[in-house]
Every structure is written in C-alpha cells, then in structure tokens.
C-alpha cells in the first residue's frame, strides 16, 4: 500500500509513534510518505520505501503567522496525487486530521481512482488538554467525523473521547508498541558508567517538561529515596518546566545528583543505564516512555493517570499511586530498590509483557489492517 503518514517531526510521543510505525510499514514492503514540517527525529538510516516530504510556509507582510496549516494540506494533496496515496494518515488530530480532509476536499472530482482514505489516530493531548478548548473541539470534531477511520492509544483516551464530544463513534484502540531489538536490558551501560558511581541507584524520568508531567514531583519522589541511598536523578528532555526543574534542584540541594541531560535522540541506552523510571503525570493517554522503560527490564513508579495502568500492570511490572501522592512513590521506589528478589522479578516481568504484549510487529498489523479494511470498503464520501 502507499501510505502518507503526517506527524509532529520534532519532539514528544506522538511524533515517535509516528515514526516508527513509518519505519515498520516500510519494511514490511509498504511505501511510506512522510509530510512533515522537518526529518521525523527517529527516522535513522536510509530505507528505500520511505520519501520524505516537507511543507514549505509562505511569508508576507499581511500575514502574521504563516499559514502552515493551509500549506500542509496543499502538500498532502500534492503528495496524495502524485504517489496516489491510498491512506493518509494523522497522528494527532490538530492539525493534522483536519488538514486531510481539506486535502481530500482539495483533490475531489480530479480522478477517477477512489478519494484516499483518512486515518485519524489521537493521542492525548489532542483530546485531554487541546480539545478542553470550545473552538478547537469543533474543529476537531469535524477531523474525527471526516476521519474514515479514528484510533486511539488506550481505552482510556477512547473513554475520555467519547465522553468529552459525545460521541459513539467507532474508535479502535492500537496501543503504543515497542520493537525489543531496539530497547533492551544493557549491561555495562555506558551512560551509568560515566554519571554515576559505584553502589548508586539510578531514577530516570523522560519527557517534554510540560505541566502535566510534574516535573516537580519528580523532583520531590527523587529527593525522599536519596535521603534513604546513595542515588542519581537524570532529566531527560526540555520544556517549559525546565527552568523550575533547575531552582527546585538547586533549593533542595541536589545539584551533585541530579543531571539535566536535555534532549536526547538515543534515549534506549539512558532506560537501559537507569534502574527506575519515575512518571507522576496528571494526565498520560498511554506513556509510550514507560513502555519503553519496561523493554529495558526496568520498572515504573508513577501515578494511575489515563491509561498507564493499561501499560504498567500493578505490582507486576511497576508500582503505582494517585497522582499526587509523592510519598507513597518514593515509599514504592525503595521498597523496589531495596527488595533484590521483588526487583528481579518486577524487571523480568516488564521486559517479557513490553515484549509480547506491545510488540511493533504485533501493533502494527493492527494498523495494517485497518489500511486494508478501509481500502476494501467504497469511499465515505
Ligand atoms: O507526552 C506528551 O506530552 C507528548 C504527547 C505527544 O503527543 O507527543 O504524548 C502523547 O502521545 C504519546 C504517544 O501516543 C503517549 O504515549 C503519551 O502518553 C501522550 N501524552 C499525554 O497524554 C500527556
């Protein structure tokens, strides 16, 4: 199948979802076009199915922003035409559903082949924080009615959907997935070696440093166990919370043990180097870093926000609170740290359910499937 595949290149989960579902479609002989504003950030090496497309912007003076949105349809309508596209697919729904269908609308009545199928997969924060807003949820409403097909990353985020837009709409739930080549225990990590010393504990937490990670109790979880062992805190990532992270640091008087380490592009060896992963969130549709902690054989502390006990099973493969609740996580974490026996166990049991149960391949014949359904289906429009 030709599958064009739109997505926020730069940073976050979604944009990683994205990328690597590209990737996977790609080796299983598909052609894939990505129509993004910049090279997808995980893209890595060089495979011959898939094209990258990149939306240029328009500038003039009376113009105040550039009308990126309006470019980006126009691209994927070149882009649907020129390759005939069977699927266009939008990983969040701002812009990138809606742009679709202008596509589409673009593009009806100038070939005979069928109007390319829209395939709209939301994420979170779409729903969770961008469609609280009243004009932005019309907006979004028509991309996911315009959609042929609507995914979402938990049956929590289907659940929070439906109630918030009132619909009844079909929604497939394909969970996150992770490929268990990619992320995967490592002794002798190399990042461990050169931040930390012998006997420490390594806490990990990796996000985009938004509100809704709570960055500050983090900090606070991290603080309680390093009053309990000898222990490293490494930051992963950058955001609006960033400069507070660093005052919160410096107020507590953990400078020499917690490392700022910004963004990153190969985070599988900082999971692989870290013994817990710390996700306190107020709201997570799904947690793909959890997953992705869980390959590397290492367990979750965090909060039972959204879906993450849909990925962290608890007790079994990581330990969760509600949110909030700073010192029932670090209480979790050096019970964890503490308990060799209980550690082995949880880790093993992380890494075998990452593997089977959010296995790439598994998740992405999901998706296949879906292309293949819509595409045996007459248009919807
Ligand atoms: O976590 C973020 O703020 C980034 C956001 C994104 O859109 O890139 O992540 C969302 O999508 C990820 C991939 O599906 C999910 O794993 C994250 O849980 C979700 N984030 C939130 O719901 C806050």
């Given at each position: 199948?030709?599958?064009g595949i739109s997505c926020y290149p730069t940073v976050g989960g979604s944009g990683a979802v994205a990328t690597e579902l590209g990737k996977a479609l790609a080796k299983r002989g598909h052609q894939v076009h990505f129509i993004v504003s910049d090279v997808p950030f995980r893209l890595g090496e060089f495979n011959q199915n898939i094209f990258?497309?990149?939306v240029d912007t328009v500038s003039y003076p009376?113009?105040?922003?550039?009308?990126?949105?309006?470019?980006?349809?126009?691209?994927m309508a070149d882009?649907?035409?020129?390759?005939?596209?069977?699927?266009?697919?939008?990983?969040?729904?701002?812009?990138?559903?809606?742009?679709?269908?202008?596509?589409?609308?673009?593009?009806?009545?100038?070939?005979n082949s069928p109007p390319v199928k829209i395939v709209t997969t939301l994420h979170g924060t779409d729903v969770t924080i961008l469609a609280q807003d009243r004009s932005l949820k019309e907006v979004m409403r028509l991309g996911m009615e315009q959609s042929d097909a609507v995914t979402a990353v938990s049956k929590n985020l289907i659940a929070e959907t439906r109630e918030l837009f009132g619909t009844t709409r079909e929604i497939?739930?394909?969970?996150?997935?992770?490929?268990?080549?990619?992320?995967?225990p490592e002794a002798g990590s190399s990042a461990r070696s050169c931040l930390t010393s012998a006997g420490e504990k390594v806490l990990l937490h990796v996000s985009n440093f938004r509100p809704v990670k709570r960055i500050n109790d983090v900090i606070q979880i991290f603080q309680r166990v390093h009053r309990q062992m000898p222990s490293r805190l490494w930051l992963v990532g950058e955001g609006p919370e960033l400069a507070n992270a660093r005052k919160q640091v410096v107020d507590s008087g953990l400078e020499k043990s917690v490392h700022f380490l910004g963004r990153q592009d190969e985070v599988a060896s900082l999971f692989a180097g870290a013994d817990l992963l710390l996700l306190p969130s107020e709201k997570e549709s799904f947690g793909l870093v959890a997953l992705e902690s869980m390959a590397c054989g290492v367990p979750v502390i965090g909060s039972t926000a959204g879906g993450i006990p849909e990925v962290v099973v608890q007790g079994e493969t990581g330990m969760l609170r509600p949110v909030g609740d700073v010192d029932g996580m670090a209480a979790d974490a050096v019970h964890l740290l503490t308990d060799e026996a209980l550690y082995r166990r949880v880790s093993l049991a992380a890494r075998r359910l990452a593997a089977e149960e959010f296995n790439v391949e598994r998740r992405v014949a999901e998706y296949e499937a879906i292309y293949q359904r819509l595409c045996r289906t007459p248009a919807s429009v």
């Open positions: 199948m030709k599958i990258i497309h990149e009376v113009l105040r922003t550039p009308p990126y949105d309006f470019s980006l349809a126009a691209k882009v649907v035409q020129q390759f005939e596209l069977d699927v266009l697919h939008a990983h969040y729904a701002l812009p990138f559903a809606v742009c679709a269908f202008l596509a589409r609308e673009m593009l009806r009545g100038q070939s497939d739930c394909v969970y996150n997935f992770v490929d268990p080549a990619q992320f995967h």
